[in-house]
């Protein structure tokens, strides 16, 4: 089949589906085997075709081809192929890395989502402290002094330190309490 830039693309181009159709059934099949032969997972080759299709179709009237269209094609399937591979190689690379630490690259991501999501309550109810509250708290966990040495650099009692640090962890508490069901129950 002889597929000319100026026919084919064109009537493309100003929507006519059954031109596009045409080209689908014509192509589909051998573009698959194509990207097969790069990627060697039948799937993924249709996947490409598939995403290439939609695209060309999506894009159609925004698309200067300036080779012949069944060119273009094979060209973009190479194109996806070869970064769909390259994907995978840095894929494959970053989780033996991870797995050499005892991690796997889906359990290292969601946990790392996990890590964000807990570290944005922590900040959020930091910054909801009261500002002397406030001060207690970084002091005492951030920077690790006791409750004295916090009562001693701040100049007030034991008790004051005492009674700050309780209603800052009830309201870690309180804001973290939806966060470890929802956890608990992935």
Same mark, same amino acid.
């Given at each position: 089949?002889?597929?000319?830039?100026?026919?084919?693309?064109?009537?493309?181009?100003?929507?006519?589906?059954?031109?596009?159709?045409?080209?689908?059934?014509?192509?589909?099949?051998?573009? +698959?085997?194509?990207?097969?032969?790069?990627?060697?997972?039948?799937?993924?080759?249709?996947?490409?075709?598939?995403?290439?299709?939609?695209?060309?179709?999506?894009?159609?009237?925004?698309?200067?081809?300036?080779?012949?269209?069944?060119?273009?094609?094979?060209?973009?399937?190479?194109?996806? +192929?070869?970064?769909?591979?390259?994907?995978?190689?840095?894929?494959?690379?970053?989780?033996?890395?991870?797995?050499?630490?005892?991690?796997?690259?889906?359990?290292?991501?969601?946990?790392?989502?996990?890590?964000?999501?807990?570290?944005?309550?922590?900040?959020?109810?930091?910054?909801?402290?009261?500002?002397? +509250?406030?001060?207690?708290?970084?002091?005492?966990?951030?920077?690790?002094?006791?409750?004295?040495?916090?009562?001693?650099?701040?100049?007030?009692?034991?008790?004051?330190?005492?009674?700050?640090?309780?209603?800052?962890?009830?309201?870690?508490?309180?804001?973290?309490?939806?966060?470890?069901?929802?956890?608990?129950?992935?």
């Amino acid at each position: 089949m002889r597929l000319s830039i100026i026919s084919t693309h064109k009537r493309i181009q100003k929507g006519d589906i059954g031109e596009f159709e045409k080209l689908f059934r014509n192509l589909y099949s051998p573009l +698959c085997h194509y990207a097969f032969r790069f990627i060697k997972d039948m799937d993924s080759a249709e996947d490409i075709v598939q995403d290439l299709f939609y695209n060309y179709w999506k894009n159609r009237e925004k698309l200067e081809i300036t080779t012949s269209l069944k060119s273009y094609l094979y060209q973009a399937v190479r194109n996806k +192929c070869i970064k769909t591979i390259n994907h995978q190689q840095v894929k494959e690379k970053y989780n033996n890395v991870l797995r050499l630490q005892g991690q796997d690259y889906d359990d290292y991501s969601s946990s790392n989502i996990e890590t964000e999501e807990l570290n944005q309550i922590i900040e959020s109810t930091i910054d909801e402290l009261p500002d002397r +509250c406030k001060e207690i708290f970084v002091l005492s966990r951030y920077e690790g002094m006791k409750y004295h040495e916090i009562a001693q650099r701040l100049s007030i009692s034991v008790k004051t330190v005492e009674a700050n640090m309780g209603k800052a962890l009830k309201m870690f508490r309180l804001n973290l309490k939806g966060y470890y069901q929802i956890s608990a129950n992935q």
